[in-house]
Nanobody
Framework: QLQLLESGGGSVQAGGSVTLSCTAS????????LGWFRQVPGQEREAIAG????????TYADSVKGRAVISQDNQKNTVYLRLNNLKPEDTAMYYC???????????????????WGQGLVVTVSP
């Protein structure tokens, strides 16, 4: 069974940066796409960024576009998300996710990714 191991996060001051890492226990076509979601208590889950190995496509949420960079190390089955110019509203639980399709990160997607990580907290102080 595919497992996703997340690392990074923690407490950061506004204006700073954070890098989140997610390593998949294996690679199959079913987890060709990896990426991140976030959720604030009481709010809906938000897709942040996704990347697909096979075609090299990426997608970013408008809320992080221009501040986020998603990249991957295929040999390590790892995806990285760097968030720059952090704002207090970036404070959330961040989840790594895997799916066969990049559409899992598109606005309006209702299916959601097949596999989720445990999540980690990013706290941005003013």
């Amino acid at each position: 069974q595919l497992q996703l191991l997340e690392s990074g996060g923690g407490s950061v001051q506004a204006g700073g940066s954070v890098t989140l890492s997610c390593t998949a226990s294996e690679y199959t076509y079913t987890n060709d796409c990896l990426g991140w979601f976030r959720q604030v208590p009481g709010q809906e889950r938000e897709a942040i960024a996704g990347i697909c190995t096979g075609v090299g496509l990426k997608t970013y949420a408008d809320s992080v576009k221009g501040r986020a960079v998603i990249s991957q190390d295929n040999q390590k089955n790892t995806v990285y998300l760097r968030l720059n110019n952090l704002k207090p509203e970036d404070t959330a639980m961040y989840y790594c996710a895997a799916d066969r399709f990049l559409t899992a990160w598109y606005p309006g997607d209702t299916r959601g990714p097949d596999t989720w990580g445990q999540g980690l907290v990013v706290t941005v102080s003013p």
